[in-house]
């Protein structure tokens, strides 16, 4: 299959260069992109084309890995343009936006296929894996086949992808969000070394967690509020209490400063309790 991705970050060039290693021919668009996203897709193998309507008429299929946020909108300028071949929604949404994202790209005569991606980046075998759901996820999964990115079929479902994902990312970035949250409020009482103190008994782990915590989220924090939006979406859905995940979503927005920056613990307690209101 002729592929394309939407858009090569951190995430999606990896999931390129996957379809790629495979055998298969992947796109992107260089319109509007930085220079460092033409360095990851150059890295990744990744054929470039000038324009949107150049990839949607060249692909056969098109991967959407971009942030939650822009999910729909990216949905509703590639259905603007008529493709009307295999379209993978792989983006951290909640299955309501994946609905829309869909009755947008069906409408236009597409095939959708949910997918939701668990893990880092894809450099190794057995780091990642997408999840797909659909009628036509058997498809999406054999492009995959014999490469680092793990695609596992959840079923015909629609939506099941993304409340896989939704979950999953639930604990482990809600989690994250907590504990740089409980530092934080430690640090504005002045109980800083007690609740270290407290930890060295009853969670050692928790210490060390939270400053490696701080160093490997803060850099990423910029696209995870939105995230955690869709997840109070769908526990909102589903009948459970949003509020957590809202919270979540602003401690990650209060972090959204050091996409390019050095970080460490203090750095981001400091964003945390001095953030605007």
Aim: proline fraction near 5%.
């Amino acid at each position: 299959m002729k592929l394309g991705i939407l858009h090569p970050g951190a995430m999606g060039s990896t999931v390129g260069a996957a379809a790629s290693a495979t055998g298969h021919e992947v796109y992107w668009c260089t319109q509007g992109r930085s220079r460092e996203t033409h360095l990851r897709a150059e890295a990744s193998g990744l054929r470039p084309v000038t324009c949107l309507q150049d990839l949607a008429d060249g692909c056969d299929g098109l991967i959407s890995v971009c942030p939650p946020a822009a999910a729909l909108e990216q949905a509703n300028a590639v259905a603007a343009l008529g493709f009307s071949g295999l379209y993978v929604d792989a983006n951290a949404v909640s299955p309501q936006t994946a609905g829309a994202v869909s009755a947008v790209l069906t409408a236009a005569g597409a095939d959708v296929v949910d997918g939701g991606i668990v893990g880092p980046p894809v450099r190794e075998g057995g780091s990642t894996i997408l999840y797909l759901s659909g009628p036509r996820a058997g498809e999406v999964a054999a492009c995959f086949e014999g490469s680092h990115l793990e695609a596992h079929v959840l079923g015909p479902t629609p939506g099941h992808a993304s409340a896989l994902k939704m979950a999953f990312a639930a604990w482990t970035k809600g989690s994250s969000a907590l504990l740089l949250a409980v530092r934080a409020l430690a640090q504005a009482e002045g109980v800083s070394d007690g609740l270290l103190h407290a930890w060295s008994r009853f969670g050692p782990e928790l210490c060390s967690r939270s400053e490696a915590t701080a160093r490997s989220t803060a850099p990423k924090a910029w696209r995870f509020g939105g995230e955690m939006r869709e997840i109070a979406a769908t526990f909102e859905a589903a009948g459970l209490p949003s509020d957590f995940h809202r919270g979540a979503a602003e401690i990650y927005d209060r972090m959204a400063g050091f996409q390019h920056g050095d970080v460490d613990l203090n750095k981001v307690l400091d964003a945390l309790l001095n953030a605007k209101r």
